[in-house]
């Protein structure tokens, strides 16, 4: 199937299809100048998935460059490695740069060719659910920097999104359930009924059910993309929706050093459950649908209370990792909150201080409500 990003001039389909990755000529084909393509990935993928996307492309010379897999390499070094080795290789602004892997390799790649001869194109070819149904579609590109996640970055488009659900049979089930809260996302932020999708189908589609997968990936795409075309640049709080828990889960991920220790998605899981909590809190949101939030990805064997991270910082440490935060505007804060299950808007008026408050309880292990 095909979803499209309605951006006029930018506009790009997102291909999506079993298989897809071993018999991409037709949608990775004609991108290929002089029958070459450039493609960037990391090593785990490469020893996975690039063989296969070079017999599906018959005639075509892949020249690869092959980068160390992890959220450590989304750096300053890395992407001056990449930019660099694009120049060697001779890239032109009507090249068109593939990305492999997950959200780093996409990250990376999308924000060095968007500097490159001031913009060449690129394709995204997401191989984790959590690209598949996020940060494959939309434009943003980003490294992290030391003041936090995702703060040196630029929009930059891809051309086309080439999807093959078939690459998740060889992810580790942590993986999965990382990219899974992202699904999951799209039903709390305006979607109740595919909430209840997820709540019913959840633990299949863990478990390798392909109907669910897909249905799960193309559900999630064509949410994004509907966002994305009414708000690309995040200027109308339209998109801005699509950050429900990331400001809790950078933090987290923050005072656990981006690591493997906890992965983005598991921060964006634990993220929505506190952010779902204060707003029951604020008597914004039912105490009910915090519950549902937190007993489904519980049920999963998602990690859901901030105490058991092992954490040593203060709230207050936390709260500072959140005032890096790209929404931060004229020292006000911008919280994605939630008056139910599919009801989520964007607040400006939460006071720091009940939120070091709250996660301080959250952090000692306190019983919610």
């Known amino acids: 199937m095909i979803v499209d990003v309605a951006l006029g001039m930018r506009a790009y389909p997102i291909h999506i299809a079993p298989g897809l990755l071993g018999a991409a000529a037709p949608v990775l084909g004609p991108f290929a100048r002089n029958q070459r393509l450039v493609v960037v990935t990391d090593e785990s993928v490469a020893a996975l998935h690039l063989q296969t996307l070079a017999t599906g492309l018959p005639g075509i010379r892949l020249e690869p460059i092959v980068l160390p897999p992890g959220e450590a390499t989304k750096d300053w070094a890395h992407l001056q490695l990449v930019v660099e080795r694009l120049l060697e290789l001779g890239v032109e602004r009507s090249d068109a740069v593939v990305a492999l892997g997950g959200g780093v390799i996409g990250d990376l790649v999308g ?67 990382a990219g899974y809260a992202e699904v999951v996302k799209y039903g709390l932020i305006n979607d109740a009924a595919f909430f209840a999708w997820c709540e ?30 009414a708000d690309e640049r995040e200027t109308d709080d339209i998109r801005a929706l ?30 929505m459950v506190q952010a779902f909590r204060l707003s029951a809190l604020l008597s914004l949101c039912p105490e009910s649908d915090a519950a549902r939030v937190a007993n489904h990805l519980a049920g999963l064997g998602f990690t859901i209370e901030p105490s058991a991270l092992g954490l040593t910082c203060t709230a207050a440490r936390l709260v500072e990792h959140m005032c890096q935060d790209k929404k931060m505007s004229a020292g006000r804060l911008a919280f994605i909150l939630a008056r139910g299950i599919g009801q989520s808007f ?14 301080a309880e959250q952090l000692a292990g306190q019983a919610f409500p």
């Open 200 to 229: 019913a189908n959840g633990a299949a589609l863990l478990d390798g059910d392909a109907t669910a997968q897909i249905h799960a990936i193309a559900h999630s795409c064509r949410a994004k993309a509907a966002v994305v075309a």
């Open 111 to 177: 924000f060095a060719c968007s500097m490159l001869k001031r913009g060449c194109r690129f394709v995204q070819v997401p191989t984790t659910l959590l690209s598949q149904v996020d940060s494959s579609v939309g434009g943003k590109t980003a490294i992290n920097a030391k003041a936090g996640k995702n703060l040196v970055g630029a929009f930059h488009q891809p051309v086309a999104v080439l999807i093959d659900p078939a690459v998740l049979a060889t992810l580790p089930r942590r993986e999965l359930m």
């Open 242 to 271: 699509l950050n429900l828990g990331h400001t809790f889960g950078h933090a987290f991920e923050a005072e656990t050093g981006f690591s493997s220790r906890l992965l983005h998605g598991e921060a964006v899981a634990l993220g």
């Open 346 to 359: 964007v607040s400006r008026d939460v006071e720091l201080a009940d939120v070091e408050a709250f996660l």
